[in-house]
């Protein structure tokens, strides 16, 4: 399996480990990523303007970058994934974003929507199977008691994002089993961390957090696993539960955690 791969900036400073952890993890499954040449920052956020162009380009640009090579597109962070499947979304079905983003491109040919973009969870749902993960797990973090922790980003707009039920998701606690460990459900899991507001209004996005960590700790969590580095940030500051990235916990059951330089 070979996808056209796109990190963020992000996975380049503060959230490295979820990208590295996520190219072995890939390596020991068959998975190619190939990342995309020149790519550029997604903007984080996905902008609600009806009239807005400059910032969505970066994100038809990723995305036709995979069209050309006739690849899906594959991203790791929640908020890239939620602004790029966004954007992508406004290129198949939003005329007047097609038009005007495409005349800003100089493409060989307009970008219309083709490429279909995964998150590497779903690639690990949805194309390598959760039973033929566990076929391939050689360190099974038996007796592990993790809770899944959602966020915003990755389950919302539901209809459009179409990554899982966004009030009762199973995907991450279905990964938790395929690597051999217990998941526990937890009410405030796909709660807000308070993410967009944790500069201007602190108290308020800590008291979030306090109440997402005190959730998990509650129904007998031992630790967090996310896939967002804003959400990984912020869980942080509570010091109440560790909190990993999935990836890492991809690798170490995978057996290829040690080949990630620390």
Not at 207 to 213: L, V
């Amino acid at each position: 399996m070979k996808y056209s791969y796109y990190p963020g900036c992000t996975l380049r400073t503060k959230a490295v480990k979820l990208d590295a952890y996520a190219r072995v993890s890939a390596e020991a499954l068959g998975i190619e990523l190939e990342e995309i040449e020149d790519w550029q920052c997604c903007g984080g956020v996905y902008p609600l303007g009806t009239d807005e162009i400059g910032t969505k380009l970066s994100s038809v640009r990723a995305l036709n970058a995979a069209k050309e090579k006739g690849q899906d597109l594959v991203t790791m962070c929640s908020a890239c994934h939620h602004v790029i499947k966004r954007v992508n979304d406004d290129m198949r079905h939003v005329e007047d974003i097609r038009t005007r983003a495409n005349n800003y491109m100089e493409l060989d040919e307009p970008y219309l929507g083709e490429t279909e973009v995964y998150h590497f969870l779903e690639v690990l749902r949805d194309k390598v199977g959760f039973d033929e993960l566990k076929k391939k797990v050689t360190n099974p973090l038996t007796g592990k008691k993790i809770g899944a922790y959602y966020g915003c980003l990755l389950l919302r707009p539901s209809k459009l994002l179409a990554f899982d039920n966004p009030e009762n998701p199973t995907i991450i606690e279905d990964f938790i089993r395929a690597i051999g460990a217990e998941p526990v459900t937890y009410p405030y899991r796909n709660e807000c961390c308070g993410g967009y507001i944790s500069l201007k209004e602190k108290e308020m996005a800590e008291s979030m957090c306090d109440k997402i960590m005190e959730s998990a700790e509650g129904f007998g969590a031992e630790m967090l696993i996310t896939a967002c580095p804003l959400c990984m940030y912020n869980l942080n500051k509570s010091e109440r539960l560790p909190v990993y990235y999935f990836t890492e916990l991809l690798a170490e059951a995978l057996g290829v955690k040690e080949e990630v330089q620390k």
